[in-house]
């Protein structure tokens, strides 16, 4: 089993299958066999998962599990107390409700790397960062929350799944390392529940004899052309 952290540049696909405009995971790793667990927007950066295991990438794309992911995003604007409130307590998004989230406002991170392009800013604007835990992970999910109550993200940047989190791993934008299944803290598989033998329904002896004489004569019956 493998399983590699990568942090997927900005304006990579994730996937390994050629794009016409864009670069793939494919620029990136080349292990043979591995596959995304969960996907990471073009325009969106930092940790994403890949492993050749079709439980494993189960386990950590489906929200049942509650692996949390987490996020730091750059939004337009300053967002209050209600805005934060609203984002921890769920969004109304139209198609869905968003479950309750995590939410707190943090300093610009000085360890983070510069974006290539550059964000583009209005000037006469400020800008804020977020940290944003999530179990959920619907599409854009993170920027239409943001967005919904009025701080649209310029700039998002995964930065953890579960215990796994891009800052203690040390990647730089494209850089990848293979890491134990075990770190994601997920609980093992429960193994399939045998058939118990001493457990199956008791039949009689006479029940099997009425059964077998039954079946005997529904097919002399047969043989005779009766119905």
Known sequence: MTLIALNKPFGTMSQFSEHPTRPTLAACVSAPGVYPAGRLDADSEGLLLLTDDGALQACIADPRHKLEKTYLAQVEGIPDAAALARLRAGVDL??????????????????????????????????????????EGKNRQVRRMTAAVGFPTLRLVRVGIG????????????????????????????????????????VSKTSRTDETKRRSRYKKKQIAGQP
Do not use: N, Y
Not at 115 to 120: D, E, G, M, S, T
Not at 174 to 193: H, I, K, M, N, Y
């Open 94 to 135: 139209g198609d869905f409700v968003t479950q309750p989230a995590r939410v707190r406002a943090i300093d610009a991170p000085d360890w983070l790397w510069p974006r290539q392009p550059p964000v583009r800013f209005r000037a006469a604007i400020p800008t804020a960062w977020l940290e944003v835990k999530i179990r």
């Open 163 to 202: 215990p796994l989190d891009l800052r203690a791993l040390g990647l730089a934008p494209g850089a990848s390392c293979e890491v134990l299944p075990d770190q994601l803290g997920l609980a093992p598989a429960a193994p399939r529940a045998r058939p118990d033998p001493a457990r199956r329904p008791h």
